[in-house]
């Protein structure tokens, strides 16, 4: 069992930057690919980043590319995703979530495990 905590979350100007990280629980969290997904109100969960076990790859939603990078350091159990450039768009709740078999169908949702309990970014016009 995994334990995922998102932080990090928060109101921000348009154009404006944060910093999300996803804490997890364990010694097994070099063996799980990692991503990033949102839901805002109405709206179905969506794709936004995700990095393979050693970091070496990583996978953005078209929307996110060149605004979002997505990271890992598996010495501290911490996934983060960076948003730069943020638009009110882009206000949702924002989840981690870890991908035990590593299916490698990075932007499914079905294809994660454990996900974590969500944090709120809101992005003022």
């Known amino acids: 069992q995994v334990q995922l905590v998102e932080s990090g979350g928060g109101l921000v100007q348009a154009g404006g930057s944060l910093r999300l990280a996803c804490a997890t629980s364990g010694r097994t969290f070099s063996r799980y690919a990692m991503g990033w997904f949102r839901q805002a109100p109405g709206k179905e969960r969506e794709f936004v980043a995700a990095?393979?076990?050693?970091?070496?790859?990583?996978y953005y939603a078209d929307s996110m590319k060149g605004r979002f990078t997505i990271s890992r350091d598996n010495a501290k159990n911490t996934v983060y995703l960076q948003m730069n450039s943020l638009k009110p768009e882009d206000t949702a709740v924002y989840y981690c979530a870890a991908d035990r078999d590593h299916s490698g169908r990075y932007s499914s949702k079905e294809a994660y495990d454990y996900w974590g309990q969500g944090t709120q970014v809101t992005v003022s016009s």
């Open positions: 990095i393979t076990r050693s970091g070496g790859y990583t």
